[in-house]
C-alpha cells in the first residue's frame, strides 16, 4: 500500500486534494450528527415514535441520496469549487438555526433542518470528483480513497457529540457544527482549485443518457450496498447498541471507564465500530488498485455477508458482537474505495455526473437499511429480520458481480488505464 501512496508525489494538486478531504470530512460529520444525537433529542421533544425516530436518522441520508444529484450537475455545469460553496453555505446556516432554535424547535422544524443537512452528505459528489480530476487513471483507486476517507467524521461524531451533549446540552453540539463548518467554507475558499479541464456542460438528456447506460444501475446497487451499508448502520449504531447490550455496555463503564451516561458510552463503542470503515476507504482503493476492482469486491462482499448472517442468527457476547460489527464496517469502507476504483475509469468524461448518481445510490441505500432496521425492531423487537435482509442484497451484489466481470474486463476495461 506504502508504494500507491508514494505514487502520489508530484503529481496532481495536494493542496486541493487536502481541502477536498476536509471538506468532505467536516461534511460527513454534521451529515450524520443526528444519529449519536437521536437519544438526547428524543428525550428532549418527547414522546416520539421508534418510527418518528428513524425518520429523523433517515431524512438526512435521503436529503444527501437526492441533492447528489443536484451538486453533480453542478460540478459539470459550474465547477466543483462553487458547487462546494454553495453547499457549504446552506449546511452552516442550518445548524446555526438549529442551534439558536435549541430545546425549543419542534420536531416538523427538525425534520427541516434533518433534510437541510442533506448538502452536507451531497458533498461527496463535490470532493471527489474535485480530487480525481487531478490525477491520473492508475491512481484514482488511492486518490478517491484519500477524498472520500472523510467519512471519518461520522467517527468524530460519536466520540465527541454525546459528551458535549452531556455537559452542555444537545445544542451546543449544533454550535461546535455550525462553526467548523464555516470555518471549514473559509478553508475551502483558499486551499481548493479547480482541475484546469475541457468538462462538458450537462443537461437533462445526459442524465437521461446515462441511466440508460445499464453499467450506471450496476454501479448503483453497488454503491447502495457499500455505501448504504456503511452511512446506514453508522447512523443506527448507537440506537442499535443501547437497545441490544445496554446493559453490557452499562457495566463496563462502570467498571472500567468510570463512566454512567450509557448514551456516551454507546457513543463510543459506536465510534470504535466506524472507525474501521471510515479510515480503511483509502486502503480498499489500493488494493482495487492492485488486485482489480471486481476481485477486490468479491473479498469484501463476501466477508461482510458471512459476517451479517452470524450476527443475525447468533446471539454474541458483547465484545465478539463488536468485533464482528468492526469488521462489517471495515469491509465496507474498503468496498466503498474499490467501487470508485472502477467507476473513474469506466465514466472518465461524466465522473461530475456520474458521482451524482452514484451517490444518491449509496444514500438511499442507507436511508433503506435504517428504515429496514427500525421496521425490525418496530415488528419483531429485535434486529434478527433486518440484518438477514441486508446479508441477502449483499448476496444480490455478489451475483450481479459475477455477472458483470467478464463484459466489463474485455470491453472497457482493455483501454481504462487501471486494473478491472
Known sequence: MIKEFKALRGKGHTPTLLAAFLYFDFSFMVWTMLGPLAPEIANSIGGLSASQISTILALPILGGAILRILLGFGVDNFGPKKTALIAQMVVASALWYAYFRGVNITYNE???????????????????????????????GVVMGIAGAGNIGVVIDFIFAPKIAEIWGWPA??????????????????????AKINTKKRTIKDYIKLLKDKDTWWFSLFYAVSFGGFVGFASYMKIYLMDVYGDEMAKF????????????????????????????????GAIADRMGGVKALYIFYGIVA??????????????????????????????????????????????GIMTGVVGCAGGLGGTALIKTLGWSKGVFNGYTEGFLIFAAVVGIAIIGLSMVKTRWRTTWGMVAGGRI
Request: a positive charge; zero cysteines.
Open 173 to 194: 453540539v449544533f454550535l461546535v457544527g455550525a462553526v467548523l463548518s464555516t470555518f471549514i467554507w473559509i478553508l475551502y475558499l483558499f486551499m481548493a482549485k479547480d
Open 110 to 140: 427538525l425534520l427541516i433542518v434533518a433534510f437541510s443537512l442533506g448538502f452536507a452528505g451531497a458533498s461527496f459528489a463535490v470532493a471527489l470528483p474535485q480530487a480525481g480530476q487531478w490525477y491520473p487513471p492508475n491512481l484514482q
Open 253 to 284: 463503564g462502570l467498571d472500567f471507564l468510570k463512566e454512567n451516561n450509557i448514551k456516551v458510552i454507546a457513543g463510543y463503542f459506536g465510534a470504535l465500530t466506524i472507525f474501521a470503515g471510515a479510515v480503511l476507504r483509502p486502503i480498499g
Open 306 to 351: 458471512v459476517l451479517a448472517i452470524i450476527n443475525a442468527i447468533f446471539t454474541l457476547p458483547f465484545f465478539v458482537a463488536i468485533i464482528v460489527l468492526f469488521l462489517i464496517m471495515a469491509n465496507l469502507g474498503m468496498a466503498n474505495g474499490a467501487v470508485f476504483q472502477l467507476v473513474p475509469q469506466r465514466f472518465a468524461k461524466e465522473i
